[in-house]
């Protein structure tokens, strides 16, 4: 009889723990009413064409920019990467928070420059905002599909007489086609999970509905509209799990080496996004920081968040490792660790409403940094469990083997051998969980104790009270934050860029070694 994993009864528990709450969401919603009102089918369209909407933007923005940053040798390719993909890092609620204060009448742009420009808010400003900050899903998975591609084909549709823009439409873009509605997915998702920009650009839709239902007393009402915003979640996360990969032997990488105007041209269309999602907020919040200094920030809103940011990251490690080794193990294992990922694609709003239902039923935790740190590590586990699973996978089992028969327990293996070596992976996915919780804004809205402001909250409570100026500290340390957590993005694409060509270099020498070893025979 085959001896049961000991990774299996704890990541059983933690896979039940991380189903509580949805059962607590089920329970509250079950006697609530007006789930098909007119109310609810407006909050529902205005979901779905902010969804529907941004994916469009994110895709049509997206996918010319990937094909510049992967076949267009354009002067520092590399800083350009980086600047593209830094709006995936950076907190869309500071975005919309900027746009907010910097258009229309009144606004920092015709403080500065004298000129009028339209108020930015409602369905078309929360679209623009989140296409900004959404469109580096699909340049990233579409440029990743690009770099796989071989050249040899659009060289064959050029000699055939297409011109290189119908080579990239006809030929390019439908083997790539699977990376570009994967990107869009990841876009509509994050559409659908975020608070802050609908929020601040006043839209209605279920993020901001569940939140002023909760401000209200309307807890049944709160969980009623989670789960339906659940519901389209999940429909959402299976469309994006039909959508596979196309994996084709790579061949030379297409290069394009512009002439000197199309450079400038290229520049010129990339110059205006990178200054929008960047240079914006960044233009904007330290206008804030030379007009009013530091007036009004307390240090302890950032002790606050990186006390509470902490514990979640120590937490989150210590479950991982539990789950990321049971799903090495078998299938039960891989199925525990599914369950687990479920808190990253609820909603952190919805993940608050229904721990507050919790904290009142256990007054002990209720407004209590515990409960927080909770929701935190419910949230950001699958963070932790991706990379300390990612290093384990990669652990050489022959040395756990000889541990064994040089007489270790496998407790003892265990703890000198195979956490010493998957350290690398505890540390990154702490460091992970660490940065996003540091962002995370509904939930601690929802669940923070009394008078436990956060970087975030604090951002929040200056929209809220109009005194814009003093959101410029706690603004720029929030994208010092997503700067950081961008490094360690980049770092870990490079990796496995490196480890993808060195397996690719060993496939391709393996027939070589082949042939010598026969001639030598």
């Known amino acids: ?47 779905l064409l902010l969804t529907l909407f941004t994916a469009l933007g994110a895709t049509l923005l997206g996918v010319p920019l990937a094909l510049v940053a992967a076949y267009v040798q354009l002067p520092w390719k590399r800083l350009w990467l980086i600047l593209l993909a830094a709006p995936l890092a950076m907190p869309s609620y500071i975005g919309a928070f900027t746009f907010y204060a910097a258009f229309g009448p ?34 990233l998975t ?14 064959a549709a050029r000699t055939l007489g297409l011109s290189l823009l119908m080579s990239l439409w006809r030929v390019v873009l439908p083997r790539v086609s699977n990376g570009i509605a994967a990107g869009a997915l990841l876009a509509a998702l994050y559409t659908l999970s975020d608070f802050g920009t609908p929020a601040i650009m006043r839209v209605d839709t279920f993020t901001r509905v ?47 080496w512009p002439s000197r105007w199309q450079t400038g041209a290229a520049f010129a269309a990339l110059l205006p996004v990178v200054g929008l999602a960047i240079g914006l907020p960044l233009t904007v919040f330290g206008v804030w920081l030379i007009r009013e200094g530091t007036g009004g920030f307390d240090v302890r809103y950032a002790w606050n968040s990186a006390h509470a940011s902490l514990l979640a990251a120590l937490v989150a490690v210590v479950l991982a490792v539990p789950v990321a080794h049971a799903a090495i193990a078998g299938k039960a294992g891989r199925l525990m660790e599914r369950v687990t990922y479920l808190g990253f694609g609820v909603p952190g709003i919805v993940l608050g409403t229904a721990l507050v239902y919790v904290g009142l039923q256990l ?56 956490m010493p070596l998957t350290m690398r992976g505890l540390v990154a996915g702490a460091a992970l969980v660490f940065l996003e919780a540091m962002r995370e804004l509904p939930a601690t809205l929802l669940l923070r104790p009394t008078d436990f402001e ?61 042939m010598l070893k026969d001639e030598k025979r």
Request: no cysteine; net charge neutral.
């Open 210 to 256: 569940i939140f002023v239902e909760y401000n209200a007393f309307g807890l049944s009402q709160a969980a009623m509209l989670s789960l339906q915003l659940l519901a389209i979640v999940g429909l959402v996360l299976f469309l994006e799990t039909r959508v596979g990969s196309q994996r084709e032997r790579p061949g030379r990488p297409l290069s394009l």
């Open 106 to 139: 009144g606004g920092e742009l015709e403080t500065l420059f004298g000129f009028s420009t339209p108020r930015l808010d409602g369905l078309p400003g929360a679209t623009l905002v989140m296409t900004l900050y959404t469109f580096p899903f699909v340049l």
């Open 454 to 514: 956060t970087l975030a909250t604090y951002l929040w409570q200056v929209y809220e009270a109009g005194y814009f100026g003093r959101a410029a500290v706690p603004g720029l340390l929030l994208v010092l934050i997503s700067a950081v957590g961008l490094a360690l993005m980049l770092s870990g694409e490079q990796r496995a860029e490196m480890g993808f060509l060195k397996d690719e270099k060993a496939r391709d020498e393996e027939p070589r070694d082949e």
């Open 1 to 47: 009889m085959r001896r049961l994993p000991l990774s299996y009864p704890l990541a059983a528990l933690v896979a039940l723990a991380a189903l509580m709450p949805i059962g607590v969401l089920l329970q509250l919603g079950w006697d609530a009413t007006g789930a098909f009102s007119s109310r609810t089918l407006g909050i529902l369209l205005n979901t």
């Open 142 to 155: 579409t440029r990743a599909s690009l770099r796989g591609l071989d050249a040899s084909l659009v060289d």
């Open 363 to 418: 007054p002990l935790l209720y407004q209590t940094l515990a409960l927080l740190v909770v929701a935190y590590v419910f949230r950001f586990l699958p963070l932790a469990v991706g990379s300390v699973r990612s290093t384990a996978e990669r652990l050489d089992p022959s040395l756990i083997q000889a541990a064994r028969t040089l007489g270790a327990s496998p407790r003892e293996a265990f703890w000198r051998i195979t």
